[in-house]
Structure formats: structure tokens, C-alpha cells
């Protein structure tokens, strides 16, 4: 993989990653799953905790951090998103390696609203365990009751009584509530349902273990339950909690949301690429060794036109990647956010195809357990919903083409 012009710093890591990844990761990944299923698979897994102070010790933590939000350099080396992507793309590899370097979601976006919009006292609370890999986090933004893709449409409700606020509805595909080591949830619900449109959410921080919030289920994706980690289907039951939980202020949650949103989504895209990387290597591997009609599968035509087609497809969305992380460094967030929504697009829809290529490659083991082939398809194709789905991102990209051209699309009056 080409790093570009990526500091020599971020060099250096890539090097210590990958050693790190091909010494401790991908020859524990039997083991890994081995653990889960020996025993309470929704309690931590022992080889993750034996490996995250090696992590540590080698500087491979909290990686993801930004610059600005560890001024004193505690915490994390404060990469750049450009810095930060080919480092993602590696731990993305392997779905669970990012815990071990304290780089996983939904805890990264956590620990970004907590660093960017947390005041001292909740910092002090909740993001220093969270940097330090003591405690993880969920995010409940997602409701069943109406299209969350459009974040105004929430229902949930956070009503101020005193020196508290009440907070009442249901939430599912809340990440990470299934692991016993959560402990807070950010929040996200109405806290003035007759303010304007994008000024009525609010986002507060809710302790898991709070009277009234209430694991109802852990959902499956495809069929995986992702646990220790797991999405969860909440209910929030007259949950109270003190009105300093509250972020920024009232009427600031749709403002959280797209800060929080803008590196998720790319981490998101950054580790896909990892792992459609991985399964074209597989592909290459699988084609190598396996013989058909007299001759290795590498040595069809239609076989390499898939390696071919696969290796472009990768080489354009990581292209695509690294343009959103520049612009977001050098313009921003709210500046990037055509090519944070292109890429948005771009990656799953290509690590689904690459992926699925490599499925049909290996044949019958392809969609069995002794692949990863058919999890990471699961959480490939799960990432067109994730953060928005497709159709939302596609309406931006083409919004800021139209605006960027000077082309008005409001409706005309008269």
C-alpha cells in the first residue's frame, strides 16, 4: 500500500501496526473466537484484555485521537485523519482488533463528543476511563418507531424537572450495550418538541445502570450478534439523571450528531478498506491454491478478471478515503462533508463486491465459519445503514454538486 506523503511518524506506526497485527492478531483469531463461545460469550474476551497493555507499551493507542484533544500528548499521538487512515485501515482488518489498541466504535465517536463538547467534570468522569480502556460506551441514537435516517424524526423525549431531566422512549441498535464493561450511553432525544426543526434535539449522557434504562434484546445482524459487544433494542423508562449530564446544552444534538457522525463515518470507511484488502487477498490465495479443470483457479480468465476488477475497485475508494481525511484536516468537518458522504457510499458498496468475489472464489467454505469471509459481508452490507444510508449520502453529494455549480433547486413561487 502507497502511504503517499503520510509523515514519517505515521510510517513508523504502520510498520509497528502491521508487526503487531501479524505477530499477536491473525494467529489468535481461532482463539479468539474460541473464547467467545467457551464460556459467557456476553463477558469480555481474555485475549483482547492480555493484549491491549502490549498495545500500550508499544505506543499503538487511541490512535484515532485528534489533534487538540489531548494538548499534553497523555493519551495518544494526535494523528491527523490523513495520519490516521492507513492505520485504520489495518486494524480493520480484523473486526475485533480494533479494541485492542482502544480504537473501536461506537467508543471513538464517544470519546470525540465527550473530548470536543464534554465539559471538565464529565471529562474527568467518563473520558479519561474511556482513553485509559477501562470502561467502554453505547450510543443510542436509532429508534424503531420511526426512520432515524432522518435524525429530526427521533421521538425520544428528555424533559428538564428541577435539577434533573426525565428522559422516556425506546432506542435499538444501540453499540457496545452488550458489553458488561459499558457503562455510559450517549443520548439523543427531544428536548423542545416546538423549536425549530434541527434546534429540538438534545444529547445527554445516561449511565448504563440508571433505573429505568432496560436491555430489552441484543439484536442479530444477518445472524451474528457481534457479542461481547452487541447492538442492543433499549427502553428508556422515566430514566433520570442530573441536569449537568446534559452536552453542550439544549436544543445542540443535531449539531453533536453531524460532528460525531463525520469521523465515524470515515473510520467506518477506513477500516472497510482494510478489509476488502484482506479479502482480495484470500481471493489471490484461495485462486493459488486450488485446482479446477486441470489447472489452478488463477489460471481462468474469469478468475483473474475478479482480481483485476477487485484490485481497481480498492485502489479508487482508498483514493477517495484519504481526499476526505485531507479536506476534513485542512477545511473541516462541515467543509468535507460531500466527500466524507461520497466515500460514505463508495466503501461498502466496494468491500461488498470485493468481498463477495472472494466468497464465490472459496466456493462452499466461502460462506461457512472457516472464512471471515462471510461475517465481514455482514458487517460490509450492514455499513450502507450504519450512519445513514445510502440514498442520504448520495442526496448530499449531489446537493453540494448542484451548489457548488450554482444551480437552485428550491421550489419556485408564482
Given amino acids: 500500500m502507497t502511504l503517499f506523503d503520510v509523515s514519517p511518524r505515521t510510517q513508523n506506526l504502520h510498520a509497528r501496526l502491521t508487526a503487531f497485527m501479524d505477530e499477536y492478531i491473525y494467529p489468535n483469531e481461532a482463539e479468539f473466537h474460541r473464547q467467545v463461545e467457551g464460556g459467557n460469550r456476553w463477558e469480555h474476551v481474555q485475549l483482547i484484555e492480555d493484549l491491549k497493555p502490549r498495545a500500550r507499551e508499544q505506543g499503538l493507542w487511541n490512535l484515532f485521537l485528534p489533534p487538540g484533544s489531548d494538548p499534553q500528548g497523555q493519551f495518544g499521538p494526535g494523528l491527523s485523519n490523513l495520519e490516521y487512515a492507513p492505520l485504520c485501515e489495518v486494524m480493520g482488518r480484523v473486526w475485533w482488533a480494533p479494541e485492542i489498541f482502544n480504537c473501536n466504535a461506537p467508543d471513538t465517536g464517544n470519546m470525540e463528543v465527550l473530548a470536543r463538547y464534554g465539559t471538565p467534570e464529565q471529562q474527568e468522569q467518563w473520558l479519561v476511563p474511556l482513553l485509559n480502556g477501562e470502561i467502554r460506551s453505547a450510543f443510542s441514537m436509532t429508534e424503531p418507531g420511526v426512520a432515524s435516517s432522518d435524525a429530526t424524526n427521533i421521538e425520544s423525549s428528555i424533559v428538564r424537572q428541577g435539577d434533573e431531566y426525565v428522559i422516556n422512549g425506546r432506542k435499538w441498535?444501540?453499540?457496545?450495550?452488550?458489553?458488561?464493561?459499558?457503562?455510559?450511553?450517549?443520548?439523543?432525544?427531544?428536548?423542545?418538541?416546538?423549536?425549530?426543526?434541527?434546534?429540538?434535539?438534545?444529547?445527554?449522557?445516561?449511565?448504563?445502570?440508571?433505573?429505568?434504562?432496560?436491555?430489552?434484546?441484543?439484536?442479530?445482524?444477518?445472524?451474528?450478534?457481534?457479542?461481547?459487544?452487541?447492538?442492543?433494542?433499549?427502553?428508556?423508562?422515566?430514566?433520570?439523571?442530573?441536569?449537568?449530564?446534559?452536552?453542550?446544552?439544549?436544543?445542540?444534538?443535531?449539531?453533536?450528531?453531524?460532528?460525531?457522525?463525520?469521523?465515524?463515518?470515515?473510520?467506518?470507511?477506513?477500516?472497510?478498506?482494510?478489509?476488502?484488502?484482506?479479502?482480495?487477498?484470500?481471493?489471490?490465495?484461495?485462486?493459488?491454491?486450488?485446482?479446477?479443470?486441470?489447472?489452478?483457479?488463477?489460471?481462468?480468465?474469469?478468475?483473474?478478471?475478479?482480481?483485476?476488477?477487485?484490485?481497481?475497485?480498492?485502489?479508487?475508494?482508498?483514493?477517495?478515503?484519504?481526499?476526505?481525511?485531507?479536506?476534513?484536516?485542512?477545511?473541516?468537518?462541515?467543509?468535507?462533508r460531500g466527500q466524507i458522504a461520497a466515500i460514505k457510499v463508495v466503501a461498502p458498496n466496494v468491500a461488498l463486491r470485493v468481498i463477495d468475489r472472494a466468497i464465490q472464489v472459496f466456493g462452499g467454505a466461502g460462506v461457512s465459519q472457516d472464512t471471515p469471509l462471510a461475517m465481514m459481508y455482514a458487517q460490509a452490507r450492514t455499513l450502507r445503514l450504519a450512519d445513514g444510508p445510502d440514498i442520504v449520502h448520495v442526496e448530499t453529494v449531489a446537493k453540494e454538486e448542484l451548489r457548488r455549480q450554482g444551480v437552485d433547486v428550491r421550489a419556485k413561487r408564482g
Fill in 173 to 336: 441498535w444501540t453499540s457496545g450495550a452488550g458489553d458488561p464493561r459499558c457503562k455510559i450511553s450517549i443520548f439523543m432525544g427531544k428536548t423542545d418538541p416546538t423549536a425549530p426543526r434541527h434546534l429540538q434535539q438534545s444529547m445527554i449522557l445516561i449511565p448504563m445502570d440508571t433505573p429505568g434504562a432496560t436491555i430489552d434484546r441484543m439484536m442479530t445482524v444477518f445472524g451474528y450478534d457481534d457479542a461481547p459487544h452487541g447492538h442492543a433494542e433499549m427502553t428508556f423508562e422515566n430514566v433520570r439523571v442530573a441536569a449537568t449530564n446534559m452536552l453542550l446544552g439544549e436544543g445542540r444534538g443535531f449539531e453533536i450528531a453531524q460532528g460525531r457522525l463525520g469521523p465515524g463515518r470515515i473510520h467506518h470507511c477506513m477500516r472497510l478498506i482494510g478489509q476488502a484488502e484482506r479479502a482480495l487477498e484470500l481471493m489471490v490465495q484461495r485462486s493459488g491454491q486450488r485446482v479446477a479443470f486441470g489447472k489452478p483457479l488463477a489460471g481462468h480468465q474469469h478468475i483473474r478478471e475478479l482480481i483485476a476488477q477487485s484490485r481497481m475497485e480498492i485502489d479508487q475508494a482508498r483514493l477517495l478515503t484519504l481526499q476526505a481525511a485531507h479536506m476534513m484536516d485542512t477545511v473541516g468537518n462541515k467543509a468535507a
